[in-house]
């Protein structure tokens, strides 16, 4: 008879009700750690590479996305002309220029 009375007391029991917010807390930390790990650095990176291709002139040395090496002889709107060789120009998309060659 005494398993009987533990099995009707064990089924009224409630647990405790936890706030709905500490089952966001673990969204809202992951959501944090992503943002300083990989969206801000990469913000961050977008706006240098778009500050760099906006001081683009001429006769500056630059490398494109592909790897190739060359000077700009001229730049349209979105197309910029390269000189890869002495009689060798080649034209490429403002966009795939990832970085300026560096000044001795």
Avoid: C, W
Wanted: hydrophobic share 40%; net charge positive; no cysteine.
């Amino acid at each position: 008879m005494s398993n009987v009375a533990f099995a009707q007391g064990a089924a009224q029991a409630s647990p405790a009700q936890q706030s709905p917010l500490v089952g966001l807390a673990p969204v809202a930390l992951i959501f944090v750690v992503f943002y300083f790990l990989l969206i801000r650095p990469q913000k961050k990176q977008q706006q240098e590479h778009a500050k760099m291709l906006g001081e683009l002139k001429k006769n500056d040395e630059v490398i494109t996305s592909g790897g190739m090496y060359g000077t700009i002889v001229n730049m349209q709107d979105d197309i910029v002309t390269l000189r890869v060789d002495e009689n060798t120009r080649i034209k490429v998309q403002k966009s795939s220029i990832s970085k300026m060659k560096k000044k001795a």
